[in-house]
């Protein structure tokens, strides 16, 4: 007797557990909220192109970028000959920009800035900030 009552009482529990774990009020797989506002990458990218050293405006590319205040801007080095990022009013230098790598600068004022490469004065660009 007292066999049947212990099997009744797990049969029971069994079935208590087993139809507790099929329902569920929260999803399968967790979501993440969306931040406000949506993040986007940082800095503007551009390019120093390969061959760039024989080019001019087109050995930045692009050359010429419009950024926001307080904008960044990225280049990345995708030649085979070291470059610089110069500005016109030696305002900044990035010094020699090995191939494969970037140089980035941050701008926190508006205004025009022209820029060029220093071994390969022909490269040039320019930096809007608005």
């Known amino acids: 007797m007292r066999t ?5 009482a797990i ?6 557990l087993a139809s507790a774990c099929g329902s ?6 967790p979501t993440q909220p969306t931040p406000s506002p949506t993040p986007t990458a940082s800095g503007t990218p551009v390019s120093v192109v390969p061959g760039a050293s024989g080019l001019t405006t087109t050995a930045y590319s692009p050359g010429n970028v419009t950024v926001a205040v307080g904008g960044t801007v ?6 085979i000959t ?15 920009i090995g191939a494969g790598r970037t140089f ?13 490469c220093t071994i390969h004065p022909g ?8």
Do not use: K
């Open 11 to 16: 049969s029971a529990l069994f079935i208590t």
């Open 123 to 130: 490269m040039s660009g320019t930096v809007t900030v608005q």
């Open 104 to 116: 980035s600068r941050t701008f926190p004022t508006a205004g025009s800035f022209p820029y060029h």
């Open 74 to 79: 990225s280049w990345t080095n995708n030649d």
């Open 4 to 8: 049947r009552i212990a099997l009744a």
């Open 24 to 29: 569920s009020s929260s999803p399968a797989t």
């Open 82 to 96: 070291s470059h610089t990022v110069t500005s016109n009013s030696n305002v900044w230098d990035s010094g020699l």
